[in-house]
C-alpha cells in the first residue's frame, strides 16, 4: 500500500491550497479515504473523511472552508483548503484504514502566514 501526497507549501492567511493524495495497493473505489495533521506540539487530529459512497465530514474549525472529495478513476483523494489561517500550519497526511490497519502517506506541509 502506497499513499503519495502532494500539494503543500506557504501561502499567505485567506489564500488557497489543493492537496491531493494517489493510493496503490488498496481497493480504492470501496475504501474510506481521510485527511488528518499534525501541527509542532500537538497531538494527529483528524480533519476530514470521505466514505466510499462520497459522504463527507469534518472537524468544526474546517468546516465551510475546506472540501474533500475523491476521483476513483484517478485513485486519488484531494483536500481543497481555503480561507486557510494561521491556525491551520501543520504536516497534513492521507490515510485509509485497509486490511485491520491505518495506512499513512509520507505528510505534506502547509504554511501559513499571518
Known amino acids: 500500500v502506497q499513499l503519495q501526497a502532494s500539494g503543500g507549501g506557504l501561502v499567505q492567511a485567506g489564500e488557497s491550497l489543493r492537496l491531493s493524495c494517489k493510493a496503490s495497493?488498496?481497493?480504492?473505489?470501496?475504501?474510506?479515504m481521510s485527511w488528518y495533521r499534525q501541527a509542532p506540539g500537538k497531538q494527529r487530529e483528524l480533519v476530514a473523511t470521505i466514505t466510499s459512497s462520497g459522504s463527507t465530514n469534518y472537524i468544526d474549525s474546517v468546516e465551510g472552508r475546506f472540501t474533500i472529495s475523491r476521483d476513483n478513476a484517478r485513485r486519488t483523494v484531494s483536500l481543497q483548503m481555503s480561507s486557510l489561517k494561521p491556525e491551520d500550519t501543520a504536516v497534513y497526511y492521507c490515510?485509509?484504514?485497509?486490511?485491520?490497519?491505518?495506512?499513512w502517506g509520507q505528510g505534506t506541509q502547509v504554511t501559513v502566514s499571518s
Open positions: 495497493g488498496i481497493n480504492f473505489s470501496i475504501s474510506a
Open positions: 490515510n485509509t484504514f485497509y486490511k485491520l490497519r491505518d495506512w
